[in-house]
């Protein structure tokens, strides 16, 4: 069993910078940041791989979003910067134990998640 703790979420103007971080327990082979906003499918944003440490960004994140982990702390992180109001949602952290994937960002490759946590990006 995976347990995920995330944390970092909060409001922010436009423009504005936002961490978060996922705390892991337990063997993963892949991590992610998934987000979702009322009436939608859950969203990829990123993707990470435990031990070689690749990532996967999607086209509407990428350049402003780093993935990043430290693998001693066995945590996860998610650095926003150039935070625009269409990136408001509620963002969870997704892992899973197996090599085989569907795809970069397909939540249904994600066995365990976290609670969510709110990101509100006001204009």
């Known amino acids: 069993q995976v347990r995920l703790v995330e944390s970092g979420g909060g409001s922010v103007q436009a423009g504005g910078s936002l961490r978060l971080s996922c705390a892991a327990s337990?063997?993963?082979?892949?991590m992610a940041w998934f987000r979702q906003v009322p009436g939608k499918e859950r969203e990829g944003v990123a993707r990470?791989?435990?031990?070689?440490?690749?990532?996967y960004y999607s086209d509407s994140v990428k350049g402003r979003f780093t993935i990043s982990q430290d693998n001693a702390k066995r945590t996860m992180y998610l650095q926003m910067n150039s935070l625009k109001p269409e990136d408001t949602a509620v963002y969870y952290c997704?892992?899973?134990?197996?090599?085989?994937?569907?795809?970069?960002?397909?939540?249904?490759?994600?066995?365990?998640w976290g609670q969510g946590t709110q990101v509100t990006v006001s204009s």
């Open positions: 997704g892992a899973n134990t197996a090599a085989a994937a569907l795809g970069p960002l397909d939540a249904r490759d994600y066995k365990y």
């Open positions: 337990g063997y993963t082979y892949r």
């Open positions: 990470i791989l435990s031990r070689s440490g690749s990532t």
